[in-house]
């Protein structure tokens, strides 16, 4: 069975610093993709970031960008130039080709003025 | 594009009645739908998938008379929790697959569950 671990349970970081979640999973599959979601306190999942295991490249969206290694299993996303409206809850999570996700028990980022 | 709505986002019920949560993709058709149910600063824990025209696959430990779905259609997948008792209030959130996991699912609003 996948599992996809966070061992960060909350993360702070100064309001237009950069700060780096950790995700790491276990898997067997070859084929499989991977996904930052943010939950804000109005509990609406947001997806932040997609990655296919197959592409070497790491995925980019403007301020928010991956490090996805994928012999060591590990996914961890950077927020630049953060923003109080980062603050919520990233979840990492893992997805196989049947399109069932799993999800890692969530890091809570703070944003300090 | 890709919406899904959740109807109704809060519902308060007595013990021992039942309640209906709704989950709508609007814009697009969706063979698989996700139930999750989520604590206060907890993750997302999956219940069961719903295929559309077949019975749901519930994940272990979950009672699948408690919490019965159905799939009725490429849009529309309902939770009826059935008897429901305290321990149930909780956060439901449904979730649409697009396209077999390649892409990110595509999640409703979420229902807050009270019962009292």
């Known amino acids: 069975a996948q599992t996809v671990t966070q061992s960060q349970p909350e993360m702070s970081v100064q309001e237009a610093e950069t700060v780096t979640l950790s995700c790491t999973y276990d898997?067997?599959?070859?084929?499989?993709?991977l996904f930052w979601y943010k939950q804000p306190p109005s509990r609406q999942m947001i997806l932040v970031i997609r990655?296919?295991?197959?592409?070497?490249q790491n995925a980019t969206e403007n301020r928010f960008s991956v490090n996805f290694q994928k012999a060591a299993k590990s996914f961890s996303l950077k927020i630049s130039d953060s923003q109080l409206g980062d603050a919520a809850m990233y979840f990492c999570?893992?997805?196989?080709?049947?399109?069932?996700?799993?999800f890692g028990d969530g890091t809570t980022l703070t944003v300090k003025p | 594009g890709a919406v899904v709505s959740q109807h109704p986002s809060w519902v308060i019920c007595k013990s021992g009645t039942s309640v209906k949560i709704e989950c709508r993709s609007l814009?697009?058709?969706?063979?698989?739908m996700f139930w999750y149910r989520q604590f206060p600063k907890q993750s997302l824990m999956l219940m069961a998938t719903?295929?559309?025209?077949?019975?749901?696959?519930?994940e272990q430990g979950v009672e699948k008379d408690k919490f019965l779905i159905n799939h009725a259609s490429l849009t529309l997948s309902t939770l009826t929790v059935t008897s429901a008792h305290p321990e149930d209030s909780s956060f439901y959130i449904c979730?649409?697959?697009?396209?077999?996991?390649?892409?990110?699912?595509?999640f409703g609003p979420g229902t807050r569950l009270t019962v009292t």
């Open positions: 979730s649409a697959d697009r396209d077999r996991g390649k892409y990110e699912q595509y």
């Open positions: 898997t067997s599959e070859s084929d499989y993709y």
């Open positions: 990655q296919e295991a197959y592409k070497q």
């Open positions: 999570a893992y997805n196989t080709n049947a399109g069932k996700s799993t």
């Open positions: 814009d697009f058709q969706a063979t698989t």
């Open positions: 719903s295929n559309e025209g077949s019975k749901a696959t519930y």
